[in-house]
């Protein structure tokens, strides 16, 4: 069976891919990446994300403003990330969250963001990302607040949290995505995780150029080609083959995103 995989969360858009995006995307799409998103992370990456996003027909573009750039973004930026997210390959809005880890911006400048992606996901009925780093319960109360009034459609994106947070999460409605950390020796606990989590909400990503899959663990950049490693993980945790968990995850995806069927041929 052809593989038809989606990596649902690239940084096609950062530097270290400006002079091969074209290979890139070439060489995902040889090993059955038919479709692939490329995440903002502020006004500038987001407009990146766009204009690839026009480039490729197997490229989507997420527009918004990550937590740990939130404090240089500008109402004027967010009216640019709000006419891109009208654009016909724009899918979904973000990445947005809140991050503990690093200390780049006040944390009720974060929330305050998140907030505003939240909101306008509600609004315009489109679905967001989220990066959530070492801040677990402070996520889970803006989605539990938000999720009072609708069912959400998000993805927790690279998920590296507890058990307790996924599963909640999934009750609220969102879609869990893993990204090469699951497959690390050390990540026993996330493996229990992603063994968990309902079939129709597991998503797969690469999150490259960071954060290599075994056995590629360490070589950077990564790049989407590479999400079949993560997809061969998950599918041996959960018992089932890789053909079957692609042709779930894949599913999952379109239907979340409003993905297309690619073109085959
Ligand atoms: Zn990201």
Redo the contacts with the bound molecule.
């Keep these: 069976m052809a593989f038809a995989l989606v990596d649902t ?1 690239t ?1 096609l858009n950062s530097k270290e891919f400006n002079e091969s995006v074209a290979e890139v995307v070439g060489r995902a799409v040889a090993e059955g990446v038919r479709q692939m998103l490329v ?1 903002g ?1 502020d006004r500038a990456s987001s407009e990146r994300a766009v204009e690839i996003a026009s480039q490729y027909a197997e490229v989507f573009a997420v527009v918004g403003i ?1 937590p740990n750039s939130a404090h240089q973004a500008t109402e004027a930026d967010w009216k640019t990330i709000l006419e891109m997210a009208a654009h016909p390959k724009s899918v979904a809005l973000g ?1 947005t969250g809140l991050d503990r880890y690093w200390d780049h911006c006040p944390f009720d400048v974060q929330q305050r963001w998140f907030q505003l992606h939240l909101e306008q996901a509600a609004k315009s009925e489109m679905p967001f ?1 989220v ?1 959530c780093r070492e801040a677990e319960a402070d996520v889970l109360a803006m989605l539990k607040e938000a999720g009072k009034s609708q069912q959400l459609r998000g993805i927790m ?2 998920y590296a949290g507890d058990m307790e947070t996924a599963l909640v999460c999934v009750e609220l409605g969102m879609h869990v995505s893993f990204a090469g950390m699951v497959t690390f020796k050390k990540s026993d606990a996330l493996r229990e995780v992603a063994a968990a989590i309902p079939a129709d909400r597991l998503l797969i990503e690469t ?1 490259c150029p960071y954060l290599s899959p075994e056995p590629k663990r360490g070589k950077f950049p990564n790049e989407p080609a590479r999400v079949r490693h993560t997809l061969d993980c998950l599918a041996v945790v959960r018992g089932v083959s890789s053909e079957e968990l692609a042709q779930q995850t894949t599913q999952n995806a379109r239907r979340l995103l409003g993905l297309p069927e690619p073109n085959l041929e």
């Design positions: 969360h940084h995440v992370i990550q990445e990302v990066h994106h690279s999150d």
